[in-house]
């Protein structure tokens, strides 16, 4: 069983949560994950995109 939000850790540093920054536990957490989004170093499964499919073209 999963635990509710507020009492899982911080995905980036497994310390406690905070309800500001939630599911991180600050500000630096946050922006680290999403610049490791926005670098492509996390992605979610599923077919290859044909070039310019991923634009809408």
């Known amino acids: 069983m999963s635990l509710p939000a ?3 850790p911080c995905p980036r540093c497994r310390k406690a949560a ?3 920054y ?3 536990c600050s500000a630096a957490c946050r922006n680290r994950d999403l610049l490791d989004w926005l ?6 499964p599923g ?3 044909e070039n310019g499919e ?3 073209h």
């Open 6 to 8: 507020e009492l899982r």
């Open 18 to 20: 905070a309800p500001a």
């Open 22 to 24: 939630a599911p991180f």
């Open 39 to 44: 670098e492509e170093r996390h992605v979610i």
């Open 47 to 49: 077919p290859p995109v």
């Open 54 to 56: 991923a634009q809408g």
